[in-house]
């Protein structure tokens, strides 16, 4: 089990980034770990991400952390309204920073520093809106096997 490596302290790290991301954007970030990853890992972030119901958001501007770790697979993903808007280098900037903490163990740092730099792009292109913004997919962190 994932849960094995994060514990319950570097979830609350992980979830409160995310909580703080959204804080000043409309866009939507999970964070789903699993140990092992089948295949090509942007296929299996895609598969996450719909069975997450990511695609399902208003704006379409919902980011996957996904993580395999002991097959050391990690993929950052973001819907179609992202990716319409956001500059070549931004998945890439990401996923370096996170993998540099993974290098470490650092897993939960890693994954708090990406999605506050992703809350960070999202907060420029779709800001919160207090007069109707839904909190639409949950901030908890989902576990494969």
Known sequence: MP?????ESDEKVIMEAIQE???????????????????DVLDRATEVFAQLHMHLTKQRNGVLFYVAIKDHQFAVLGDAG????????????????????????EYAAGLA??????GEQ???????????DLNELSDDISFGK
């Open 3 to 7: 849960k094995d490596t994060i514990t």
């Open 21 to 39: 991301a959204e804080r000043n954007t409309s866009g939507e970030i999970r964070v789903h770990i699993e140990n092992n990853c089948e295949g």
């Open 82 to 105: 992202i990716n319409a808007i956001v500059p070549d280098h931004f998945w890439e900037d990401i996923t370096a920073e996170v993998i540099s903490h993974f290098k470490k163990q």
């Open 113 to 118: 520093k990406g999605v506050i730099m992703a």
């Open 122 to 132: 999202l907060k420029s292109h779709f800001p919160y809106d207090d007069k109707g």
